[in-house]
């Protein structure tokens, strides 16, 4: 067989935290990662929790927690608690911006060639792709088809990888 075929799923997944994350090097994340998706997922989608409702309620316990943990504080002599600052520098949001700026230009020259050049050819694949997602798309709500996504990221390079010579 030619091995010109076959790439080591580590290298392309980065060979670091998220390397090892998916493809189960560190099996308590990765286990982890799993039952925290599966329990947002459940509770979003069959318990049928609104995510603003979640934010908000993770934000009002997070201040009430903080609040009751500075007046005790105060009450018995003890430190306050140590908090970050919690701003974002100007240097971080240049950054963002002009990434987000290029990407969005990428996209809209992208978007152009397809509508105003003519190519028939990469009008239809994008035709097409379109309407397949918007096909498969009616059969699952979003967050059901991102967990989807998650459980065959942890499962499908754990396989290529076990299986690598087989399938090479």
Known sequence: MDDSRCFSVRMDL??????????WKNWRRSVLFLVCSTGFWFLFEFAGYNWVSFVSNVLLLLVVILFFWAKSASLLNRPLPRIPSLEISEETVVKAAEKARVWINKQLSIAHDIAFCGNLKLFGQVAIC????????????????????????????VLYEKYQTSIC
């Open 14 to 23: 980065g060979s670091g935290a998220v390397a090892d994350l998916v493809l």
């Open 130 to 157: 379109l309407w397949l997602i918007s096909y498969i798309s009616s059969f699952f709500s979003f967050l059901s088809l991102a967990y989807i996504c998650v459980l065959l990221s942890f499962s499908l390079p």
